[in-house]
């Protein structure tokens, strides 16, 4: 499996996580990783037909925690299938549309894997509602990183990996 390497020789994944409008699922979960990645992940995020702005909704909420909010910015897919471009070891689908889309031949063949959330930018209803809405999001993709940052990935086989995050993403939500 491809990986960065810092200076001590320990293993930096790169993972990029993918949506349509990469406005604000994406974001949050870019943001998510590389807030409690303690320096072994560097998260990125796109979409597969960027709306060009992060949701002001996702940067407040992410702000409010103290998570990473620094060069968010809404984007392509196409940033990443190009030469020079970061390469990475993991790609995950947070929307099903974007799942269902012909992706980019990612360099390095990634482990990919899927973790639907509903979008809280389609939320309608009050202010309150609308921020509930991206809370709940965000609470998903924490929970979901948070089991993807315990397994031991310098223990497992590239095989085993995409076992264990396809299973993080098909977990059933205790709200459901």
């Not at 990473?68 to 910015?73: A, D, H, S, Y």
């Amino acid at each position: 499996m491809p990986v960065s390497e810092k200076n001590s020789g320990d293993k930096i994944y790169n993972v990029l996580f993918l949506c349509t409008g990469n406005t604000a699922r994406s974001i949050l979960a870019e943001s998510l990783l590389n807030g409690r990645g303690q320096g072994r992940f560097h998260a990125f995020s796109a979409g597969s037909f960027p709306k060009g702005e992060v949701r002001p909704e996702a940067v407040r909420l992410l702000r409010s925690l103290g998570l990473p909010t620094e060069g968010l910015r809404s984007k392509s897919w196409d940033e990443f299938a190009t030469p020079g471009a970061p390469r990475m070891d993991f790609v995950i689908t947070v929307c099903d549309q974007a799942a269902g889309e012909v992706c980019p031949i990612w360099p390095g063949q990634p482990i990919t894997a899927h973790w639907g959330v509903a979008d809280p930018a389609a939320a309608d209803g009050s202010t309150a509602q609308i921020a509930q809405a991206f809370n709940d999001a965000l609470g998903i993709l924490d929970r979901r990183i948070a089991l993807f940052l315990a397994l031991p990935l310098d223990k497992l086989d590239a095989i085993a990996i995409k076992h264990r995050i396809d299973e993080i993403g098909a977990e059933q939500e205790a709200r459901a």
